[in-house]
């Protein structure tokens, strides 16, 4: 398994600002995952973060909203940008060590007002 | 493309009495299936994982899970409920490139004394 961990673990923001999260995990890995879970529900996907290359959006999340870095094999950031209400969810970022088995950092908790 | 139905949004069980979590699965190929658990202001923990090995997979705490692939039915089961059981429980398939996570809508569970 792996270790990870996220900073910050909860914010409360104001509408319009931008949040950076980061994910930071103790060893290297190929891939890195962000996830996105409103209040209530499930969670879904935002995008895969390959170190060296773009990131992966998925269907319903853009880069100008949802900005990733992945600087090297051990971590990686999601920006949060011009936030509003509805912004308001857990982001989880995990990874991918071994194969299909993903491990999840404890999640940062934001709430935009 | 997968997906996933977990039946139950909500489970209430007492302390002692077992745990059936159902799961329904669809997939266009040989899925791999996991249970993840979500305790409260927690991260998600891996339980158990099926990857075309043995049907009947043992997990961590107690769990385990049954791959029925006429039934397309991955469901979950505990013989005897704890307190600490109470929590979110995500019933979760991966991609076809073996490393997208599909989460079905999670089941909460309730353990009453």
């Known amino acids: 398994s792996a270790v990870i961990s996220q900073k910050p673990s909860r914010d409360i923001c104001q509408r319009g600002t931008s949040l950076t999260i980061q994910c930071q995990v103790d060893s290297q890995v190929t891939m890195m995952f962000w996830y996105r879970q409103q209040p209530g529900q499930s969670l879904t996907l935002i995008a895969t973060a390959n170190q060296g290359s773009e990131a992966t959006y998925e269907s319903g999340f853009v880069i100008d909203k949802f900005p990733i870095s992945r600087p090297n094999l051990t971590f990686s950031t999601l920006t949060v940008s011009n936030m509003s209400p509805e912004d308001s969810s857990i982001y989880l970022c995990s990874v991918g060590p071994g194969g299909e088995t993903q491990y999840f950092g404890p999640g940062t908790r934001l709430l935009v007002l | 493309a997968q997906s996933v139905t977990q039946l139950d949004s909500h489970v209430s069980v007492s302390e002692g009495t077992p745990v059936l979590l159902r799961c329904n699965y669809s997939?266009?190929?040989?899925?791999?299936l996991f249970w993840y658990v979500q305790h409260p202001n927690k991260g998600l923990q891996l339980l158990l994982k099926y990857t075309s090995a043995a049907t009947l997979v043992k997990g961590i705490n107690g769990f385990e899970a049954e791959f029925k692939k006429s039934e397309t039915s991955f469901h979950l089961t505990k013989p005897s409920a704890h307190m600490s059981d109470a929590a979110e429980y995500f019933c979760?398939?991966?991609?076809?490139?073996?490393?997208?996570?599909?989460f079905g809508g999670g089941t909460r569970v309730l353990v009453k004394p």
């Open positions: 997939s266009s190929y040989s899925p791999s």
């Open positions: 979760v398939v991966s991609g076809a490139a073996g490393n997208k996570l599909t």
